[in-house]
């Protein structure tokens, strides 16, 4: 059976379509589509566009979804910095910025963070009604049916057992999507980004930490409660650094953007005078943004910090490669703008430790989505729950 918000689907995945055809489309009477489209006409969801091709008699009227029919809000948090902006129903950006937010405490952070999307909303022009929805992205265990994070060790001890998506319905009157970061980056790459129409597909966060969003037949692989994807909790040097999960010797308490500054900061003094070090003797410290720009300069201390680094990723990668034989692997994150000093010990460090067969048929790519990834999945999967026919949000 089909209804107002089924015909506007398929209006919004095959633009030009006229009332006719779609009434073919569907076996719906002339006129009971013509009532329908009338309707979405005249709330805004769908624009006239044009005259069609005709078959005998008048010319036909095509029908394009209105991507201006509404907007949603979308947030990417970590612990101390939060993606955060608006795009229309069919992706278009109106605006994106970084916000700098302690997330150490849920309730603090997050109270933070709906003041800063007020702000947003009211500063991009848009009435407060044509919000529709909004999407956040998080790190960490999400316990996927009840959305509650069980742990994130990024975030901090507070965050266990945070009940997030109840916490944000009872302070917003609006339809709310919860995702984990990894998995909202996968989902905005095969619908945005360098996999868009991959059926399988990785894609390897390279940020405060290290996850991986999975791509299965099409659809994200959350395993049995939603936690599938932590790589950057494998273990890679035994009794190695302590991991901020509570293990030792995870490739995420080594080789993350934070494990590269702490390395940096603690090694920088005992190092040759190079460029990174000569900031570290201006400031005290460095930071990743430091390291990438000074790993430029070949043979030099970040050079050879970054090198290693794509060494052991491309290895933790390899067994995801070995595992899950994806078509597509996607880098993201900050670390990912290290990729052209990266690039040669990461491959090696595959070719190494995969098979063959798999890493041969695998395509290495960089997300051109960058740092910006999670939180277009975010609003995208805000959207994806507008459209849900199941659900009837949207024309409810």
Known sequence: MYNRLSILNIIRENSGLSRQELAKRTGL??????GIVRELVQNGYVMEVGLGKSSGGRRPIQL?????????????????????GMINL??????????????????VGL????ADIETIIARSGIPKDKVMGMGFAFPGLIEQRTKVIKRSPNLGDKWTDFPVKDWLEQRMDIPLFVEHNANAAAAAEVTLGKGHGVQHLVYVNLGEGISAGVIIDGKPFYGSFGYAGEVGHTVIVENGPLCNCGNKGCLESLYAAPALVR?????????????LKRIWL???TVAIEDIIKAARVPNSYAWELVRQAGWYIGAAISNIVNLFNPEVVCLGGILSGAWPIMKETFQ???????????????????SDLGRDAGFFGACLGAIDQLFNVDELSLLD
């Open 29 to 34: 009477t002339p006129a009971a589509m013509s």
């Open 64 to 84: 394009q979804f209105n991507p201006q029919a509404g907007y949603v809000v979308g947030a990417e948090i970590t612990r101390s910095r939060t993606i955060l």
């Open 90 to 107: 069919s992706a278009g950006v109106v605006l994106i910025e970084e916000k700098l937010i302690d997330m150490t405490d849920p309730e």
């Open 111 to 114: 109270s933070v963070l709906l």
């Open 263 to 275: 390395k940096a900061n603690q090694e920088l003094p005992l190092y040759r005078d190079d460029a």
């Open 282 to 284: 201006a400031h005290g």
């Open 348 to 366: 090696q460090s595959m070719e190494t430790h995969s098979f063959p067969e798999t890493a041969r048929n695998c395509v290495l790519e960089v």
